[in-house]
């Protein structure tokens, strides 16, 4: 019963957004318009993906590289703790 009857008593009394030229604008670019003629971080997000599809290659060899050097952070961190195996913990608890 909740899942029917509070979805439509929050459409009735909910918030109802306002309706401006720049909300429009981020509607439209999705649809019909030129996302990368938006403001804000949309716009920039579109922009920046428009910048790497021209280096695919770069794009590819870049996220290897990432992957490659957060799993060698991983492997480095491994061994250092691995190398104190007699560690000793005291608590206070009560």
């Given at each position: 019963m909740?899942?029917?009857?509070?979805?439509?008593?929050?459409?009735?009394?909910?918030?109802?957004?306002?309706?401006?030229?720049?909300?429009?604008?981020?509607?439209?670019?999705?649809?019909?318009?030129?996302?990368?003629?938006?403001?804000?971080?949309?716009?920039?997000?579109?922009?920046?993906i428009?910048?790497?599809?021209?280096?695919?290659?770069?794009?590819?060899?870049?996220?290897?590289?990432?992957?490659?050097?957060?799993?060698?952070?991983?492997?480095?961190?491994?061994?250092?703790?691995?190398?104190?195996?007699?560690?000793?913990?005291?608590?206070?608890a009560?």
């Open positions: 909740a899942l029917v009857f509070l979805p439509t008593l929050g459409s009735l009394i909910g918030f109802k957004p306002k309706n401006n030229e720049k909300s429009n604008a981020a509607l439209l670019a999705g649809k019909d318009g030129d996302p990368s003629k938006l403001i804000g971080f949309t716009g920039l997000y579109v922009n920046f428009k910048k790497l599809i021209n280096y695919p290659l770069m794009v590819i060899l870049g996220m290897f590289l990432l992957s490659f050097l957060i799993f060698q952070m991983f492997i480095s961190s491994y061994q250092r703790d691995t190398s104190k195996t007699n560690r000793v913990f005291y608590t206070n009560k």
